[in-house]
């Protein structure tokens, strides 16, 4: 039996980093793509190729062939200090729906049927999630549509395009709404990091006694999934052919306060949380999983606590190593 091929786009970033690696272990030939190499470790990829896929004579030069995955990961993208301020909006928008119109046809042109589009839980409306206790954030809750962010907005029409392209054409494109992806390997300073990364850098840096900053009352909700549960969404929905679109995503709730809490038990510190005004999103989020449970069968089985474990070793190391 042939060797089957996967393209990762977007695989010098944190999930198409660790979504290499898993393709590679699962015995496939796998051509990496992006804009930078992974920042903290070398890549698994059999081929890896710096393109920007913005271009569409690059894009079409990559999707050269009739690969049997393809993974669309590749967004311009980060945490709620780069989405929320309002001062990247337009570079979002149009970098990340100019991908999705590239990736798209050059895969239609190759005859490729099985493209995995990563979506967000950010497509969800705001009004939606203003109770941080009860978020309602159903697949089918989505419409009327009101994100609270162009990032969201840009994920929920290339959502559409991709199942578009489905109806039109006689693809088969997975649609996944991931919720707070963490785990080691990813970026955890600079501006663009998420929640848990940014919390377990902070903590790493404070001394005992100390103290850290938290935007607004800290009493904003969120569930976090580690890494490799994503993974496992991802690979069963593409392989499924089901369309979605799915959430994946933990239903452990839990509040930004309790999330630090968590990560001071890790690292052994009493730290102080001082709450200053910042970006902060909608109040309350998280992944409802009935239909992906239901439909696929999945559902994470890791508790936020051991992933968080893993993450807060590794990022103690990125910040003892600069010292």
């Known amino acids: 039996m042939a060797q089957k091929q996967a393209l990762v786009l977007g695989a010098g970033g944190f999930i198409g980093h660790h979504l290499v690696h898993r393709l590679k272990s699962e015995g496939f030939w796998v051509k990496g793509v992006d804009l930078k190499y992974p920042e903290f470790q070398e890549t698994d990829a059999d ?31 980060g945490g709620a200090g780069y989405i929320f301020t309002g001062e990247n909006d337009a570079a979002i928008m149009h970098n990340s729906a100019i991908i999705n119109l590239n ?71 997975s649609v996944a709404r991931f919720h707070n992806i963490f785990g080691p390997y990813g970026t955890w300073d600079g501006g663009k990091e998420k ?24 009493e904003q909700t969120r569930s976090f999934l580690y890494i490799s549960e994503c993974l496992d969404g991802m690979t069963r929905l593409l392989r499924s052919g089901l369309s979605g679109p799915y959430n994946i995503g933990s239903d452990e709730i839990v509040s930004i306060n309790t999330l630090a809490r968590y990560i001071m038990q890790i690292a052994g510190k009493e730290i102080e949380l001082r709450h200053i005004e910042g970006p902060l999103g909608v109040r309350g989020r998280t992944s409802d999983n009935t239909l992906i449970e239901k439909d696929l069968n999945w559902k994470p089985s890791m508790c936020l606590r051991a992933g968080l474990e893993q993450s807060f070793k590794w990022i103690n190391e990125q910040v003892k190593s600069q010292k």
């Open 47 to 77: 081929v890896f190729e710096i393109t920007d896929l913005r271009d569409a004579s690059e894009v079409r030069e990559i999707i050269d062939q009739k690969f049997d995955e393809v993974y669309q990961l590749a967004a311009d993208m």
């Open 103 to 173: 990736v798209l046809e050059a895969c239609r042109l190759q005859g490729i049927k099985h493209v995995f589009y990563s979506s967000s839980a950010c497509i969800y409306p705001e009004y939606n999630q203003m109770d941080p206790e009860n978020p309602l954030c159903s697949e089918d809750s989505a419409y009327p549509a009101a994100p609270d962010s162009e990032y969201g907005w840009e994920k929920l029409f290339s959502e559409r395009l991709y199942l578009s392209y489905n109806r039109n054409y006689d693809m088969s494109c």
């Open 195 to 218: 929640a848990p990364a940014a919390l377990c850098r902070k903590i790493a840096q404070a001394p005992d006694g100390g103290s850290i900053e938290i935007w607004g009352d800290g």
